[in-house]
C-alpha cells in the first residue's frame, strides 16, 4: 500500500475489530495509532479537545498535540481516522 509505514504495528483502522469506546475512555499512555497501523505515539493527557502525545515516543523528542476530532475508535488503543504522513504533517507542537 502506497501509504503504509514500514514499521506498522497495528491493524489499519478498517482492520480493527472489537469493542468500541469513546473519547472519554481515553487514558495516559494509550498508543494511538495512524488509520494504516502506524504508531504515531502515546497519549500523555488530554487536554480539552486535543490529545497531548508523550515527547519519548515523537521522532523530534518534542511533545505534539492532534485534535480529539481525528479520533476514529478507542480499544486498548486509539486510532485515528488519517494516515501517518497526515499526522506527521499536521500535528501542532506543545
Do not use: F
Amino acid at each position: 500500500m502506497a501509504n503504509e509505514h514500514p514499521d506498522k504495528t497495528a491493524a489499519s483502522l478498517s482492520e480493527s475489530t472489537g469493542a468500541v469506546g469513546s473519547p472519554a475512555d481515553i487514558r495516559e499512555h494509550m498508543e494511538v495509532y495512524a488509520s494504516c497501523g502506524t504508531k504515531v505515539g502515546k497519549v500523555d493527557h488530554v487536554e480539552g479537545d486535543t490529545i497531548k502525545l508523550t515527547k519519548n515516543d515523537s521522532p523530534d523528542g518534542q511533545h505534539h498535540r492532534i485534535p480529539m476530532a481525528w479520533v476514529a475508535k478507542v480499544h486498548d488503543h486509539i486510532h485515528l481516522d488519517r494516515d501517518h504522513n497526515e499526522v506527521h504533517a499536521q500535528w501542532q507542537p506543545a
